[in-house]
């Protein structure tokens, strides 16, 4: 059983930084990709970045793209996503997601174990 714990979130204004971390349990974290979906009041899930399995390629939604970096380090089993430039659009609830395959997808379905998600509040 692979368990997700994510951490990080927080109230923050516009323009701020905050950095999520999502520690999983388990041996064979580092054998799948790893992603980050987010769900603001209202409207469905949707992703927001990916890294495969070594860290070396990702994958972001345009609206975080050059604003949001993901990352992982193997050695600790955690994930984490670093996010810049916040805007009031990007407060949501954000989950951790770890992969089906080792390389990136960026659809819902490709993703099969779930953290229960940390709270992202950006103020304008």
């Known amino acids: 059983q692979v368990q997700l714990v994510e951490s990080g979130g927080g109230l923050v204004q516009a323009g701020g930084s905050l950095r999520l971390s999502c520690a999983a349990s388990?041996?064979?974290?580092?054998?799948?990709?790893m992603a980050w979906f987010r769900q603001a009041p209202g409207k469905e899930r949707e992703f927001a970045a990916a890294?495969?399995?070594?860290?070396?390629?990702?994958n972001y939604a345009d609206s975080v793209k050059g604003r949001f970096t993901i990352s992982r380090d193997n050695a600790k089993n955690t994930v984490y996503l670093q996010m810049n430039s916040l805007k009031p659009e990007d407060t949501a609830v954000y989950y951790c997601?770890?992969?089906?395959?080792?390389?990136?997808?960026?659809?819902?379905?490709?993703?099969?174990?779930w953290g229960q998600g940390t709270q992202v509040t950006v103020s304008s």
């Open positions: 388990g041996r064979t974290f580092s054998n799948y990709a």
């Open positions: 997601a770890r992969g089906t395959k080792f390389y990136v997808t960026t659809t819902y379905s490709s993703y099969d174990y």
């Open positions: 890294i495969d399995w070594t860290g070396d390629i990702t």
